[in-house]
């Protein structure tokens, strides 16, 4: 019997064709497939690096700790491993905002990113954000100051980048958790800004 995938987009559709050829051929396990994306969903992702940036917008020792040496105090809220051993967080100001890519491959630091967004890979992205980050920031929706001054990170598999964006105005009084909600991953890359509704 075959199942309807009528509602399903185009690379859905070919992701769950890929996935039971893989299982049938017992080359994947449906079990530990399912584990691995619940581990991505809920415990590695975006959502981790912006309990970090929430927490440097509320708490000037953190802060100091996280721009000092920012892998352990990453680790201090419980995130490590998985190519964030050597983090270094960048704080964007009015005067300076930073983005990452990563011109040779792909090193993004996953235990505060989860998985790289496709875009971030793309050898488009990684050659117009050396030639034109403003452009790119362009392309995302982002229109910076001209006084701004745009600094590009290349990250490495030695270190990786966490931007830590300005916090938004209109957010005093906020809770970490609050705050941590408004922070996207595309803030934490330098693509994006804190979404305040």
Avoid at 58 to 68: H, I, K, Q
Avoid at 125 to 130: E, P
Avoid at 170 to 183: H, K, M, P, R
Wanted: glycine share 8%; charged share 20%; net charge negative.
């Amino acid at each position: 019997m075959s199942e309807d995938h009528s509602h399903l987009g185009d690379m859905e559709v070919r992701v769950r064709a890929l996935q039971s050829l893989l299982e049938q051929q017992g080359l994947v396990d449906a079990a530990a497939l399912d584990e691995l994306v619940a581990l991505y969903e809920h415990e590695v992702g975006p959502q981790n690096g912006a309990k970090v940036v929430a927490r440097a917008w509320v708490d000037e020792a953190y802060a100091a700790r996280l721009f000092d040496d920012a892998t352990p105090a990453i680790a201090e809220l419980g995130f490590s491993g998985r190519q964030g051993e050597h983090m270094v967080a960048l704080a964007n100001t009015p005067e300076v905002h930073n983005m990452v890519v990563c011109t040779l491959c792909s090193c993004y630091p996953w235990s505060v990113l989860g998985l790289p967004p496709t875009w971030y890979k793309t050898p488009a992205y990684r050659a117009k954000a050396v030639a034109d980050p403003r452009g790119v920031l362009e392309d995302f929706g982002i229109a910076l100051p001209e006084a701004t001054r745009i600094r590009v990170w290349d990250s490495t598999a030695e270190v990786r980048y966490l931007v830590v964006p300005m916090r938004p105005a209109g957010t005093a009084g906020w809770s970490e958790e609050a705050l941590a909600a408004i922070v996207t991953r595309d803030s934490m890359i330098g693509t994006g800004l804190p979404v305040a509704a």
